[in-house]
């Protein structure tokens, strides 16, 4: 059996679609390009497909991962290829490399998000970040299907700045912030942090904001950064003896 695991990004209008759309969408893929599955056994067998930190819907998102079992070896390369022209524009595959072990999902420990503020002036977000960064605990809550959770939105953030001063969108004002999240169970997501900076800031955005993951993956605690969840796979390729 091999086992793959694919990034792909999700974009433009189709960032509304949910989690579910997306597995529908994918898996048509997988059947109209003839990839060779390993299926489950039992009574209904399905295809073996793990999907890992999947984005909230209505978020854009370039880092989105998840794995596949093949029962035949393929060339990753030519089945990236094969699976993006599957799939509809807008969801699109990145990279496919091979899995050399390891669990996938825990390689992914934090994201950076880009959140753009349409109307909100640098100076704005600026007062609010420096408010939110400076209070111990900001509790938010949201609905789930669980029913109603309180969320630490602070303890979640690893880093929140505006990062792109003068920024307009047409004739507004349009502050971007870079916000780093750990992945916390239950999951803190880029609009728990914008409501937390509502209570403490007062950064009330005049049109809803434009969310989009750049990364997610591994957290080195001394630099701060994030980085690929997939190198791993990478560099073991790149220590294979040559034939």
């Not at 920024?167 to 937390?196: K, M, N, S, Y």
Request: net charge neutral; hydrophobic share 40%.
């Amino acid at each position: 059996m091999q086992r793959l695991r694919v990034r792909y990004a999700k974009r433009g209008r189709l960032r509304f679609s949910s989690h579910r759309d997306f597995q529908r969408a994918f898996e048509r893929a997988l059947r109209r390009s003839a990839v060779p599955m390993a299926y489950s056994a039992g009574f209904n067998p399905h295809p073996k497909v793990s999907y890992a930190g999947a984005a909230p819907t209505g978020v854009a998102s370039e880092a989105e991962y998840l794995e596949i079992a093949l029962s035949q070896r393929c060339d990753p390369d030519r089945l990236r290829a094969a699976l993006d022209d599957s799939l509809p524009p807008d969801l699109d595959i990145l990279e496919i490399v091979e899995s050399r072990g390891g669990n996938l999902a825990e390689r992914l420990q934090a994201s950076v998000w880009q959140i753009c503020l349409a109307g909100v002036s640098d100076a704005d977000a600026e007062a609010a970040v420096s408010a939110f960064l400076a209070t111990p605990a900001v509790e938010v809550s949201r609905m789930t299907k669980n029913g109603l959770r309180v969320f630490d939105t602070r303890a979640a953030v690893l880093d929140l700045q505006v990062t792109k001063c003068g920024a307009t969108a047409g004739e507004q004002p349009c502050a971007i912030l870079r916000l780093v999240v750990r992945h916390l169970t239950p999951a803190v997501r880029p609009d728990d942090v914008l409501a937390g900076l509502r209570q403490i800031g007062d950064l009330a955005p005049p049109v809803t904001p434009a969310v989009t993951r750049l990364a997610q993956g591994p957290r080195d605690e001394r630099s701060g950064a994030v980085s690929d969840p997939l190198a791993p796979d990478r560099d073991a390729i790149d220590r294979l003896p040559s034939a």
